[in-house]
């Protein structure tokens, strides 16, 4: 258990609505990241923001929003989706940024249908 | 972001050592070498690090070549549990604040066999 949590484990959703996806990062990160894997693209990194602010930016869609909370959870919101949007999605945290380790969630299963 | 190679898949028995390679001969002297691995439907976890000393922990050993251009990833002894794919990464340091992130190649497969 990498003590990152992730919510929902798994979700099915119709094309065209819109779902959030909701990390709580191990106590004491200050560091959250998202990731998407999809059997053709692989993980993909999408976005970090350390202390309520975002960081960098992967290629995350512009249909895709993230944000840090005052409690340092994060939620990614993932609207108008297509098809292919279906893949699972990985929260990561860690205590800085740098070369630290980071430590990743269960993931979330998002299927599109 | 320096660009990694290995191999798409190998094969190990049960309780023998297994050297996983990974060429970066783009590397860069801030670049730390990262490894990773991902159980089957569970989210990547980290193995090991290092930037140009050989490492040890509990799980793995981290040998980098003298010339920084090439590393490999060593289970001394492999089990069941130790299947997964295994990712070799190259990351540079970052400020604290800074921005930062895993790019995640397609790794290696590692198969264990009783």
């Known amino acids: 258990d990498s003590g990152v949590t992730q919510t929902p484990k798994h979700l099915i959703t119709a094309t065209g609505q819109r779902v959030t996806l909701r990390c709580s990062p191990r106590s004491g990160d200050l560091s959250v990241y998202w990731y998407q894997q999809s059997l053709d693209q692989g993980l993909q990194f999408l976005i970090h923001y350390y202390n309520g602010e975002e960081r960098a930016k992967g290629n995350i869609l512009e249909r895709f929003s993230a944000q840090q909370f005052p409690d340092l959870h994060s939620e990614l919101n993932l609207s108008s989706l297509e098809l292919g949007d279906s893949a699972l999605y990985f929260c990561a945290s860690s205590v800085l940024t740098g070369a630290d380790t980071q430590y990743f969630g269960p993931g979330t299963r998002l299927t599109v249908l | 972001d320096a660009k990694t190679t290995q191999p798409n898949s190998m094969e190990s028995n049960e309780e023998e050592p297994v050297h996983l390679p990974c060429n970066h001969s783009t590397i860069s002297g801030t670049d730390y070498i990262h490894w990773y691995r991902q159980l089957p439907s569970q989210g990547p976890e980290y193995v090991i690090h290092g930037l140009t000393s050989n490492v040890n922990n509990r799980m793995a050993s981290l040998a980098i070549a003298e010339d920084r251009k090439s590393s490999t990833l060593i289970l001394h002894r492999a089990t069941l549990r130790d299947a997964a794919v295994y990712y070799c990464?190259?990351?540079?340091?970052?400020?604290?604040?800074?921005?930062?992130?895993?790019?995640f190649g397609t790794g290696t497969q590692l198969k264990v066999e009783l």
């Open positions: 990464i190259l990351r540079f340091l970052i400020l604290t604040g800074g921005g930062n992130k895993l790019t």
